[in-house]
């Protein structure tokens, strides 16, 4: 890193820090709360209201989103109470997963938030706790197709709680779901998917898990279709990065698996 690079890095540090001191996220949090059981009992009730409660459900979706970016910069230590962070986040979750597909935004924001979070948190950490029906919540949201982005998130959660000693004997289950993942029409879903395999599989201990899954010839198979992804997918560099980090990956995954 470069003297320039390094003296941006810092001056982001110190507005972050600037940010979180001041208080801002609390007041962030607020705007992030949405009473789904209520807004439920009020769409049936008086539908007329509908426009009203479509409104809360953006500042919701705002909120959240807003929730989603300070994530992406603080550090755990900054960040506090990360466990109940997390419970928060599960708990907004959990309400919003019993409302129509018309407050799917909120959703995708707060399984961005629970996902972030979970890519900040060391392996096994305590600081997070994953209760059984949160892990079948996620599971659900995986298979949900009425928005891609919340399928995406929920893979990708899947892909870092697959590393966690906790999840050992799920590890089959959600090898399989992943594989199915593979053949999907989305192509986020696929890459993810590639991602989330390669992050929990790459440990030797689970070789014999990879040869009962057939897991290899599976990958051999969607290695070409991330090739043609890659040449159809030249105006958004974004997902040409991706696309193209996810071939190269599971190349190498391939080559490395094969000599063992």
């Known amino acids: 890193m470069t ?3 390094e003296m941006a890095s810092q001056r982001v540090r110190d507005q972050v820090s600037l940010i979180l001191s001041s208080g801002v996220c609390s007041k962030v949090i607020s705007k992030c709360t949405y009473p789904a059981a209520r807004v439920q009992q009020l769409l049936s009730t008086y539908p007329a209201l ?15 989103g807003c929730l989603v970016n300070i994530l992406l910069v603080a550090s755990v230590n900054e960040l506090g109470d990360v466990l ?5 986040l599960v708990s907004i979750c959990s309400d919003l997963m019993v409302l129509p597909t018309l407050y799917f935004e909120p959703l995708e924001e707060v399984t961005a938030a629970m996902w972030t979070l979970l890519r900040k948190i060391p392996k096994n ?3 997070v706790e994953i209760q059984k029906g949160t892990m079948e919540g996620i599971l659900i949201l995986a298979k949900d197709p009425r928005s891609v982005q919340v399928r995406t998130n929920a893979i990708g959660m899947l892909g870092v709680l697959g590393q966690q000693a906790a999840f050992l004997t799920l590890l ?4 399989n779901l992943l594989l199915g993942f593979l053949s999907d029409t989305s192509v986020l879903v696929v890459v993810e998917a590639v991602n989330a395999i390669l992050d929990i599989f790459a440990d030797d201990a689970l070789d014999d898990l990879v040869t009962k899954l057939n897991m ?3 990958l051999e198979q969607v290695l070409p279709k991330l090739s043609k992804l890659v ?22 995954f391939l080559e490395y698996k094969k000599k063992m």
Do not use: C, H
């Open 3 to 5: 003297q320039n690079e």
């Open 231 to 252: 040449k159809d997918t030249s105006e958004d560099n974004i997902m040409l990065d991706r696309l193209d980090e996810a071939r190269l990956n599971t190349k190498r």
């Open 125 to 127: 950490s305590p600081l």
């Open 216 to 218: 290899l010839p599976q």
């Open 172 to 175: 089959p289950d959600i090898g």
């Open 50 to 64: 509908k426009f009203y409660l479509n409104t809360f459900s953006v500042m919701q979706s705002r909120g959240l």
């Open 84 to 88: 109940g962070m997390w419970r928060f």
